[in-house]
T-cell receptor, first 112, second 110 residues
Framework: DAGVIQSPRHEVTEMGQEVTLRCKPISGHDYLFWYRQTMMRGLELLIYFNNNVPIDDSGMPEDRFSAKMPNASFSTLKIQPSEPRDSAVYFC??????????FGSGTRLTVV | EDQVTQSPEALRLQEGESSSLNCSYTVSGLRGLFWYRQDPGKGPEFLFTLYSAGEEKEKERLKATLTKKESFLHITAPKPEDSATYLCAVQVAGYSTLTFGKGTMLLVSP
């Protein structure tokens, strides 16, 4: 299995631009999570899905953030418009039955 | 509110010098406590899950233990390749999400 695949690995964008991060979970996993990691706050849960349905988006910082999971093999996290304070590493993780998360390699986002 | 606190924030060891990392937690009903290792530029990699007080798990030079308030990750005779950030996370009963501590950055010098 290729594991959880995220793209792009690095993204540099200008303030105000739209940014889309992508994630392919492990086949057969029924949960998908989006986390954000910064030095100050560590790993924070943004949103998670169960069987493609969003369950809890209370960690999404603002309306500028949105996430979708159109099918079991693909999810996106979109930031529109982006701001410098959104700069962080964004991780996607998947799991079967909520046990034993597998993380992707992350997307390092820099907003200038 | 669920809280996870890891200490120390950073630890520097000489090769072969054993030590322990601490993870203290406050949750309303623990389902599991997880330890992850994170190398620079990579995602967290799963190490252990502990479910009940008194439980211990081992993997090579690492041993994780759990009490009702904290968990320890013991590193015996570490090697430079053990250098990484070690993350602790808790999962509350009835939920599927993990709440992470900020991690301990371990550096093992030859």
């Amino acid at each position: 299995d290729a594991g959880v695949i995220q793209s792009p690995r690095h993204e540099v964008t200008e303030m105000g631009q739209e940014v889309t991060l992508r994630c392919k979970p492990i086949s057969g996993h029924d949960y998908l999570f989006w986390y954000r990691q910064t030095m100050m706050r560590g790993l924070e849960l943004l949103i998670y899905f169960n069987n493609n349905v969003p369950i809890d988006d209370s960690g999404m910082p603002e309306d500028r953030f949105s996430a979708k999971m159109p099918n079991a093999s693909f999810s996106t996290l979109k930031i529109q418009p982006s701001e410098p304070r959104d700069s962080a590493v964004y991780f996607c993780a998947s799991t079967l039955a909520g046990v034993g998360y597998t993380f992707g390699s992350g997307t390092r986002l820099t907003v200038v | 509110e669920d809280q996870v606190t890891q200490s120390p924030e950073a630890l520097r060891l000489q090769e072969g010098e054993s030590s322990s990392l601490n993870c203290s937690y406050t949750v309303s009903g623990l389902r599991g406590l997880f330890w992850y290792r994170q190398d620079p530029g990579k995602g967290p990699e799963f190490l252990f899950t502990l479910y009940s007080a008194g439980e211990e798990k081992e993997k090579e030079r690492l041993k994780a233990t759990l009490t009702k308030k904290e968990s320890f990750l013991h590193i015996t005779a570490p090697k430079p390749e053990d250098s990484a950030t070690y993350l602790c996370a808790v999962q509350v009963a009835g939920y599927s999400t993990l709440t992470f501590g900020k991690g301990t950055m371990l550096l093992v010098s030859p």
